[in-house]
């Protein structure tokens, strides 16, 4: 769900001016997971623009703290989302910590980075939404160690069912600066794409996982 439409449509704009999000169904991308896809969205290129980045910050803080309140913690999902959900933990004035994948295999033995007390508020950034598997397992990590997670905000959403079905399943309130819905009709007004162009990104997303595939 996104926050608002117009967050959504200016935040799609600015992700197309600064190639953080490539559309390419003639010549398609090949995801680490296999899967051929018409779109690659790298959101950390955000940061190389200050102006943009400090968008992206203000409607984070303004939006997280009008729909879950403001939270003791502000967490990154590493490493994506350490850098914007740093400078959205600066907005609000808030401390912060990012999640690791997993634990590490040394020293301290840390999933979480950063200072977090069992029973904190916590409201978890993330860079992008494709299945939410691993958007989730860092949530995971935060439950177990005693923290009381939020919600989750991201800059951007696929919006697969898969992971509209993962976050109902866990529990786990959603809500994105802009998403693919919001994505296409700018960018064929903008003139990124063309309509028929557009008509194969709205197939690809009903079937990621096979679209492309020569059977």
């Not at 992700?15 to 991308?29: C, R, W």
Request: proline letters at 5%; aromatic letters at 10%; one cysteine or more.
């Amino acid at each position: 769900m996104i926050f608002n439409k117009d967050t959504a449509s200016k935040t799609a704009e600015l992700l197309l001016q600064i190639n953080a999000i490539k559309l390419n169904p003639g010549n398609p991308f090949t995801w680490a997971s296999g899967w051929k896809s018409p779109i690659y969205c790298d959101n950390r290129i955000t940061l190389s623009f200050p102006p943009i980045r400090n968008y992206l910050k203000e409607e984070f803080a303004k939006n997280i703290e009008k729909q879950f309140g403001k939270p003791d913690v502000i967490a990154g999902v590493a490493t994506g989302a350490i850098g914007i959900g740093l400078l959205v933990a600066e907005a609000l004035a808030l401390p912060f910590v990012y999640v690791r994948p997993e634990p590490k295999k040394h020293g301290r033995l840390n999933q979480i980075e950063g200072f977090l007390q069992k029973g904190q508020n916590v409201v978890v950034i993330e860079d992008l939404i494709s299945t939410g598997n691993s958007s989730l397992m860092a949530v995971e990590a935060l439950k177990e160690a005693g923290a009381n997670v939020k919600g989750m905000a991201a800059i951007f959403s696929y919006g697969f069912d898969v992971a509209n079905k993962n976050f109902k399943a866990a529990n786990v309130d959603l809500y994105t600066l802009s998403n693919y819905e919001s994505l296409l009709p700018l960018a064929v007004a903008k003139k990124y794409i063309t309509e028929e162009e557009e008509q194969t990104l709205i197939e690809w997303r009903v079937s990621p996982s096979t679209w492309g595939v020569e059977v």
